[in-house]
């Protein structure tokens, strides 16, 4: 067997010795430091993505308690918008029902007012025609009474009998 790979040789130890240290330094001196500081950069933008992240996490949450504070004060001002509405509604409701307790009460007394006229009218009304009527039925009851000399004669005696002086 003949084969250097299997067994190998001094001189092919010694020259891959040297392959491998000459490459080493080669890195050593000029790819490990870009390696180096690519992965560091690569560490360093990755660091400050997360941190970017949690900060907009941060952020959210924060613009979200933000949101519901806002929300909640609107319902609040909604809520005292619509009991100032209730309120109002509610006095407009009861000043309409006093006013117009007031005027209904105004004209009914008013009413009363002006049927107790139209009554007290009525009354002097019907007291004119009754005394027109009884003055009528009494001149003609006297006409009757009085048609002869002697029938007036006997009625102011009847008159003057009557009369009682002190």
């Known amino acids: 067997m003949n084969n250097p790979l299997v067994t190998p040789e001094l001189g092919l130890i010694i020259w891959s010795t040297i392959v491998f240290c ?31 992240a949690e900060q ?27 009991k100032d509405a209730r309120a109002v509604k509610d006095k407009m409701i009861s000043d309409a029902k006093v006013t117009a ?13 002006a049927i107790q006229h139209e009554k007290l009218a009525a009354i002097t009304e019907l007291k004119n025609q009754v005394a027109t009527l009884s003055i009528e039925i009494a001149e003609k009851i006297i006409k ?18 009557e009369i009682n002086l002190n």
Request: aromatic share 4%; net charge negative; proline share 1%.
């Open 56 to 82: 907009a996490k941060k952020e959210m949450q924060e613009l979200s308690a933000n949101n519901e504070v806002l929300l909640n004060q609107a319902r609040a001002e909604r809520d005292e918008m619509l």
């Open 101 to 113: 307790n007031a005027e209904a009460e105004r004209i009914i007394a008013s009413a009363k007012e």
């Open 22 to 52: 000459i490459l080493f330094f080669l890195l050593a001196k000029f790819a490990w430091k870009p390696i180096l500081n690519a992965v560091k950069d690569r560490e360093a933008s990755i660091e400050n993505a997360l941190n970017a």
């Open 144 to 161: 009757q009474e009085l048609s002869t000399a002697e029938k007036q004669k006997s009625l102011i005696d009847n008159a003057v009998s």
